[in-house]
């Protein structure tokens, strides 16, 4: 992120200028650059608009670019793009706002779950697919937005599909309003569409343009489902692709997968390597795999840092695969242990948050200024392995829910070290997902009858207590339980007698 300080040293403010032409050399040589005029011009033209183009063409970060630049975002109107992944929003706003040359938050910001970086200047603004139905619960209309762009359309998750059937009810209802005399003929117009004429009364909206944007798109299927919306297809990527192919089908894919990544690791040059499997529990398996084998390579030659991401893993963790190859991973592990408990994962968070708050504790005993404060935080972070960003994250929403627990007028006071009382109100609130175990070591979760395994990750995996409570399910080839809490089993009668009933 360039420096916005006038005040930058002659040096800093050289690599800011070197910076500044890169990016703007990049952008000129991506695919979507030649058609910059053509595009603008069929937004003008469609209220719907298809684009597909190969990844790397450019499409995410530099068409809403183009939008702005074209004047959809007067009279103080957004530009929306929805993304399906936390991640994503928040690594694509990040580069779009650099190559605008402008702070994060200002004209291009990003909004999703508990993280909001946006301000009444922004008008490019990245966000998921369930934080705009969010929006749409407050604002029907969606009415601050000009433009909205759902990119990676072709994943189709839940939230996917009803944005797209929203966003089609909007269109519809934004065009009613845009009617100077705001009427509909009486063969058309239905309960909706009276409601809708209601509510815009007196107020005249513009149309909504909306963009379906995918690498890989079935065109037609959503051409004829936006009622004949017209497609366009970016032709190139930004950098070339070679195919290679094995002879033979692989019997063991995972296996090829690891033969293959150390084969380019130790034969070609300087990179990344991104390998695509089909699950989580494939993706750990390799992530093992090669930890072990990395061990094994002589002394001399290059590390070998692994970060997996997939679609349940916390979006902090998942920024680690856009981060530099750092030192320290294998001791990672050995610093975690200092937090563990026997008693589950969910104490083992609270103990990494009670020292955490021990260190602030510390640093305002000695009168530090906060940003002292938060420096002193983000040390100790490091030293213990700790992702500050999603300390901090953690801090936010502890402090949310405080706020709400005060403005309904309840009591608050902590458990203290009274663990038993913190796992008894683990198992009212989270008694739907208790989960047995059964006499050959797995567990079976009590509200569905299904069979479910530990996941490896919790502290709990190598260990056989009768009865847990978790917070998530995953599915891959086996189903797993993350996020454990050892429980006595009859606290659940005790805690959700409507749900659960004991024999006399």
């Known amino acids: ?83 399906p992944r936390r991640v994503a929003a928040v690594t694509v706003a990040k580069r779009v706002a650099e190559e605008c040359n402008d702070q994060l938050g200002k004209k291009v910001g990003y909004s999703i779950r508990f993280d909001d970086s946006t301000s009444n200047a922004t008008r490019i603004k990245y966000m998921t697919d369930g934080l705009l139905l969010r929006e749409a619960l407050l604002d029907p209309l969606l009415s601050k937005y000009s433009v909205i762009v759902v990119d990676e359309a072709h994943e189709r998750t839940v939230h996917t599909d009803v944005l797209l059937g929203l966003l089609k009810k909007v269109q519809r209802s934004r065009s009613i309003c845009a009617d100077k005399n705001g009427k509909t003929s009486s063969d058309r117009q239905d309960h909706s569409q009276s409601s809708t004429l209601k509510a815009c009364q007196g107020i005249k909206y513009a149309p909504l343009k909306l963009i379906i944007m995918s690498a890989s798109l079935d065109a037609k299927c959503f051409s004829d489902y936006f009622g004949g919306a017209k497609a366009v297809h970016i032709q190139g990527r930004q950098y070339p692709v070679d195919t290679l192919y094995t002879y033979q089908p692989e019997s063991d894919y995972l296996d090829a997968t690891l033969v293959t990544i150390f084969q380019i690791h130790l034969e070609e040059g300087p990179g990344d390597i991104l390998a695509f499997l089909t699950g989580q529990e494939e993706i750990e398996s390799l992530e093992r795999l090669i930890q072990e084998r990395a061990r094994q390579l002589p002394p001399d030659s290059t590390k070998i840092w ?15 695969a856009f981060k530099p190859a750092q030192a320290g991973a294998r001791k990672a592990r050995a610093a975690r242990k200092s937090f563990e408990s026997s008693e589950g994962d969910h104490i083992t968070l609270v103990n990494v948050y009670r020292a955490a708050l021990e260190c602030l504790e510390k640093s305002k005993s000695a009168n530090a200024k906060e940003k002292t404060m938060e420096k002193a935080l983000n040390r100790w972070c490091w030293e213990n392995f700790i992702n500050y960003r999603s300390l901090r994250h953690a801090r936010d929403v502890h402090s949310q829910i405080q706020g709400h627990v005060q403005q309904m007028g309840l009591y608050v006071s902590s458990c203290g070290d009274d663990m038993v009382q913190f796992r008894r109100c683990l198992t009212a609130a989270f008694f739907l997902n208790a989960a047995m175990r059964q006499p050959d070591g797995s567990f079976r979760a009590l509200a569905t009858g299904q069979s479910v395994q530990m996941h490896p990750s919790s502290v709990l995996f190598r260990t056989k207590p009768d009865c847990v409570i978790f917070n998530e399910l995953v599915r891959t080839t086996q189903n797993y339980v993350k996020n454990l809490s050892r429980i006595d089993p009859l606290w659940l009668a005790e805690l959700a007698p409507q749900y659960y009933a004991t024999e006399d």
């Not at 692994?306 to 680690?320: A, F, G, K, R, V």
Request: charged share 20%.
């Open 306 to 320: 692994t970060t997996p991401i997939y679609s349940s893993l916390p979006s902090e963790q998942q920024m680690n």
């Open 1 to 83: 992120m360039p420096s916005f300080s006038s005040g930058a040293s002659p040096q800093k403010q050289q690599h800011n200028a070197r910076r500044k032409q890169l990016i703007r050399q990049q952008r000129k040589s991506l695919p979507i650059a030649s058609v910059k005029k053509r595009l603008v011009e069929e937004v003008k033209k469609n209220d719907t608009l298809i684009v597909v183009g190969e990844t790397g063409s450019g499409k995410t970060t530099q068409l809403p670019q183009f939008l702005y630049d074209a004047g959809f975002c007067q009279d103080g109107k957004v530009i929306g793009i929805t993304q």
